[in-house]
């Protein structure tokens, strides 16, 4: 259950960028590599800021394949292959590790809301094919409409000696205590909820995966990297500094904001697709203010 010693720390979930539509793989390789050169631990790769469900199978693909290029043995690639179909899934975990990712992120099935018995045998059979690389369950059930239960992973435990972690996108903090009191310290929990960053940290998180670090790879980073070495003072001043950032990423729906704010910083293109729209002006009034408020130097 210990995993790789990799799998801590703060792994960037990636925006996938756009440019007239189609996705802009020369800025994607571009924004992994600022990602290995800030120090981040690992990047993920069309994970819900990644925009998958506007995304393609092979367009998935694609984006591990020019990760790993982009990263070049710098830091791990973590590919989000989960779908709500079943077999999608399966299909896309086998195509992610041939092509080389060093670890998969599986979302529970959205809209489908299956029973806990159903979860059991999704997650099972995707870690079968997985191949033996570190496979991480993602419980996000504001999205999922379905949330995995403490029982629920410790069954697939006992039947997947790969399943190696979860990403917990929600404020419930008793779920992480039951989770690594059930089955370990060594079972990595990872913080998908931004504004609880350093909260799931202080309670045994192995790591986050924050939207933020999109932005701020290094504070992130050094955020994670202060509780890993019990100075606790200067992750609690991190996460107040990035709180304001941290809550701005949900003005919208994710990556909305995030992408705009990317676009003033002059890090990356607003751009995303249907049914998602770009920033409106009350919005970027918003975003505007906040980073004025976070002295974030903009372009333009």
């Not at 870690?127 to 369950?137: E, R, T």
């Not at 045994?204 to 003072?233: R, T």
């Not at 701005?248 to 697709?273: H, W």
Request: one cysteine or more.
């Amino acid at each position: 259950m210990s995993g790789p010693d990799w799998l801590r720390g703060s792994a960037t979930p990636r925006i996938t960028p756009f440019r007239d539509g189609a996705v802009d793989y020369d800025a994607f390789e571009a924004l992994v590599d600022r990602q290995a050169r800030a120090g981040s631990d690992a990047v993920v790769v069309t994970g819900t800021t990644g925009e998958p469900t506007s995304l393609s199978q092979a367009e998935r693909l694609e984006l591990v394949r020019r990760a790993r290029e982009a990263a070049n043995g710098r830091l791990p690639v973590i590919a989000s292959t989960g779908s709500a179909n079943h077999a999608d899934t399966l299909e896309l975990t086998r195509e992610a590790v041939a092509a080389g990712a060093d670890a998969v992120l599986v979302v529970c099935p959205a809209f489908v809301r299956p029973s806990e018995a159903g979860l059991v045998e999704h997650f099972c059979q995707t870690a079968a094919v997985a191949d033996g690389i570190p496979l991480l369950i993602y419980n996000i059930p504001g999205r999922a409409a379905v949330a995995i239960t403490v029982a629920a992973v410790t069954r697939i435990a006992e039947r997947a000696p790969n399943l190696a972690g979860l990403k917990h996108a929600s404020p419930d903090l008793d779920f992480v205590t039951e989770l690594l009191a059930a089955i370990g310290d060594d079972f990595r929990v990872f913080c998908g909820l931004e504004s609880y960053t350093y909260p799931m940290l202080a309670l045994g998180g192995a790591g986050v995966m924050s939207a933020v670090a999109n932005l701020f790879p290094e504070q992130v980073k050094a955020l994670c990297a202060a509780v890993i070495e019990g100075d606790h003072a200067t992750a609690v001043a991190l996460h107040r500094q990035l709180y304001g950032i941290n809550r701005a990423i949900f003005l919208d729906t994710n990556p909305v904001p995030l992408k705009y704010m990317m676009q003033r910083c002059g890090v990356a293109s607003g751009e995303v697709r249907l049914p998602l729209v770009p920033a409106g002006p009350e919005l970027r009034a918003k975003l505007d203010r906040v980073l004025s408020e976070h002295q974030v130097p903009v372009s333009g």
